[in-house]
């Protein structure tokens, strides 16, 4: 798939128009986003959730914009004809000012085409700082991970139509202030469409059912590969995790029980090489004290 077009953000909007389902998935290293890169995906998000499935934390909190570079020019360089949308961490985006400098660095150095924040209509002067400095800039809507601790934890959104009013003005919010997109996540199938049909941005789901222009899914989550939960909209396409643990044992087993490595992964010398060892050896103690 080297040769294909990218995506590029006119796309974005056109696509929403023309009704053309996009496919974006989640993740944090070079190898996999080959991967994905291979198998036609049309965008790569190098998302903070990197932070528990690659890092080990109980939620997003933790990382850092130096991280989030780090992470995502390994993804480009795994996927360098593949449109990339990075998460601005959590605090890195705390008022326009700093929203600003973090953005330029993670577009500079990260390599990515946008960044993403998350929030709504209390976030209007951040988002438009950032495309107002030049920076293509989305943001979020609906379950909002770095804001767990006020939400309760990881719980769906928009459950009343109160709330859902809500969400559909913050979503007409992000696109007054000038982002090329957001994300709905974690709501009603309902909500979703309805934000969708609000805005003429760019829009994608994960958790909010088929409604959008684009779909997101964790890309260690459909591997399999991360198991420690599962969301309820995340949808397994692979068992790697059970792969890799048994793979992993039989590696442990053939060690131990000596049958690896064997002569086929073995390197070898020439014979003449190994009898003249074999009389340099008899000759003189290799490990003579000097």
């Known amino acids: 798939m080297s040769d294909r077009k990218k995506i590029t953000i006119p796309d974005l ?4 128009a023309a009704g053309e389902r996009l496919v974006m998935v989640a993740i944090g290293e070079a190898l996999t986003a080959a991967w994905a890169e291979r198998a036609g995906v049309d965008i790569v998000g190098v998302g903070d959730s990197l932070g528990m499935t690659l890092h080990g934390h109980e939620n997003t909190l933790a990382m850092t914009v130096d991280q989030m570079i780090d992470h995502c020019r390994a993804v480009r360089r795994g ?6 949308l990075v998460s601005m961490p959590y605090g890195s985006y705390a008022t326009p000012e700093i ?8 577009i500079k150095e990260g390599g990515a085409e946008a960044v993403k924040l998350q929030g709504g209509r209390e976030m209007f002067s951040t988002i438009k ?9 989305m943001s979020h809507v609906g379950l ?12 769906m959104q928009g459950r009343t139509a109160e709330d ?20 709905m996540e974690a709501m009603p199938y309902e909500v979703g469409k309805a934000v969708d049909e609000a805005v003429g941005i760019f829009t994608f789901s994960i958790g909010a059912g088929s409604a959008g222009t684009c779909q997101l899914l964790n890309g260690y989550d459909l591997l399999g590969a991360f198991d420690t939960f599962k969301p309820k909209f995340a949808k397994r396409y692979s068992n790697i995790a059970e792969i890799a643990t048994n793979a992993f044992s039989a590696y442990a087993e053939d060690v131990r029980n000596g049958t690896f490595p064997d002569v086929e992964h073995s390197y070898s010398m020439k014979t003449e090489e190994s009898e003249k060892l074999t009389q340099l050896l008899k000759q003189s103690d290799s490990c003579e004290e000097s």
Request: hydrophobic content about 50%; overall charge positive; some cysteine.
């Open 13 to 16: 909007r056109l696509k929403k």
């Open 144 to 155: 909002l991970p770095h804001r767990i601790h006020s939400l309760g934890g990881f719980k």
């Open 164 to 183: 859902a009013i809500k969400i559909i003005d913050n979503a007409c919010a992000i696109e007054e202030a000038g982002a090329i997109g957001l994300e």
């Open 79 to 84: 996927a360098p004809n593949t449109f990339c």
């Open 99 to 106: 929203a600003v400098l973090n953005a330029l660095r993670l």
């Open 129 to 137: 700082a950032v495309a107002d400095a030049g920076v293509p800039v």
